[in-house]
Nanobody
Framework: QVQLVEPGGGYVQAGGSLRLSCVASGRTFSNYCMGWFRQAPGKGREFVSAISRNGASTYYTDSVKGRFTVSRDNGKNIVYLQMNSLKPEDTSVYYC????????????????????WGQGTQVTVSS
């Protein structure tokens, strides 16, 4: 079992920044590719970003490229999502998730492949 807790989130004006954190406990954090997903009101949950076990590979959905940065600290069992130049359309509940990866560079986009999920944190961007 892996437990994921997401402190952070909040309210920010358009153009502002927020950093989300996801703290993991349980099994070895460095065995997991970590992903960020989001769900806006009335919409399905969508992929945002992912980072490989060793942190060397990252991937972003097109709408956040150049604005969001994912990183991880395996020594502290934390994954971050730095969000800059936020837009009202970024308003969503954001979730972190863990995918048990065999290879150190693997990135997983498919949300149905992730085994463990955080409770979600609300991000609201005002125009």
């Amino acid at each position: 079992q892996v437990q994921l807790v997401e402190p952070g989130g909040g309210y920010v004006q358009a153009g502002g920044s927020l950093r989300l954190s996801c703290v993991a406990s349980g099994r070895t954090f460095s065995n997991y590719c970590m992903g960020w997903f989001r769900q806006a009101p009335g919409k399905g949950r969508e992929f945002v970003s992912a980072i490989s076990r060793n942190g060397a590979s990252t991937y972003y959905t097109d709408s956040v490229k150049g604005r969001f940065t994912v990183s991880r600290d395996n020594g502290k069992n934390i994954v971050y999502l730095q969000m800059n130049s936020l837009k009202p359309e970024d308003t969503s509940v954001y979730y972190c998730a863990a995918y048990p990866s065999r290879a150190p560079f693997t990135i997983m986009v498919g949300q149905d492949r992730y085994d463990y999920w955080g409770q979600g944190t609300q991000v609201t961007v005002s125009s």
